[in-house]
């Protein structure tokens, strides 16, 4: 098969999909995971052979029509005639115990239509060639050979606040607090270091707040057409605490829950569109792999 839907049979395969659409997957049934579907290996490899030929800007035509038939299907699952989504790679050794890739693939949001969907798709592939992929794949011991890439097509949900959470603080290595990094708008000012966000630690046992530090938030993303862009925040809101106590207990349940479920301290990223709490992206924390193996 050449896409899956995110809940589809399959799905959780991670040589079809990779490691971030699998995990996804795995907790669709239980989280709230915006709608989505994959292009898998098997499409990879025949936009691979095109590109063998030279054609490495061209979508298999067959591949096409089933894209385009697809966004189509999302449109009126979303209740929408042209969803906005947003294309994110998922290579098959992304996400994974010993090395996420965090920011060495490709993201692209606000993606309207089939043709900025084909096109954000194609770029998704053709960053399985970039020097820094090619860099950090050396640096962490990964082959160069035979890379494999699926790409994960998912609604866009329009946030008010983003966060990324962490289920063990990472800088500490402290297993018993929640660390949340939190601002306005779209979590790519987070993830790109456009903005610094806000950071709040919660106390797993207790789910007590023990530390907050609300920052000078001056930028947040947001959506425009083609795309997304940084843009000031309203000045009543930059000195604000992006989340309540209910949303940080809220946020510290779902990632004890889902360090529960992936059998590891987890990495994820959230938004909150109204009061709706949705996962975009769950990983292994990577970073204490290290500390695990000092205390064994």
Not at 47 to 57: E, I, M, S, V
Not at 132 to 143: A, D, K, M, P, Q
Request: net charge negative.
């Amino acid at each position: 098969m050449t896409i899956i839907w995110l809940d589809g049979e399959g799905c959780q395969d991670v040589s079809r999909v990779g490691g971030k659409v699998a995990n996804l997957s795995r907790l669709a049934a239980d989280y709230r995971v915006p709608t989505g579907f994959c292009l898998t290996t098997k499409a990879f490899h025949q936009w691979a052979a095109l590109a063998d030929d030279g054609r490495a800007d061209e979508v298999p035509a067959s591949l096409r029509g089933q894209l385009t038939d697809t966004y189509h299907e999302m449109g009126r699952r979303c209740g929408a005639d042209q969803p906005s989504v947003a294309v994110r790679s998922s290579a098959m050794d992304e996400d994974g115990r010993f090395a996420s890739f965090a920011g060495q693939y490709e993201t692209f949001l606000n993606r309207v239509g089939e043709q900025e969907v084909a096109a954000a798709v194609l770029r998704c592939w053709h960053a399985t060639k970039a020097d820094r992929v090619t860099e950090y794949r050396e640096r962490n011991g990964l082959s160069l050979e035979e890379i494999e890439m699926a790409v994960l097509v998912q609604q866009l949900i329009p946030a008010d606040s983003s966060a990324v959470i962490f289920s063990a603080n990472p800088v500490t290595n402290n297993r018993d607090q929640v660390v949340i990094n939190a601002s306005w708008g779209l979590g790519e000012s987070i993830v790109g270091g456009t903005v610094t966000p806000d950071t709040y630690i919660v106390d797993k046992r207790d789910l007590s707040v023990t530390e907050s530090v609300v920052a000078e938030k001056n930028c947040m993303t947001v959506s425009i057409p083609g795309g997304t862009k940084d843009v000031a925040v309203p000045r009543f809101l930059r000195s604000q605490s992006t989340l309540s106590e209910t949303q940080l207990v809220e946020m510290a349940r779902l990632a004890i829950s889902l360090e529960e479920q992936m059998g590891s301290p987890v990495d994820l990223e959230s938004a909150y569109s109204g009061d709706d709490l949705y996962l975009l992206q769950c990983r292994l924390i990577t970073t204490l792999a290290d500390e695990k193996k000092e205390d064994g």
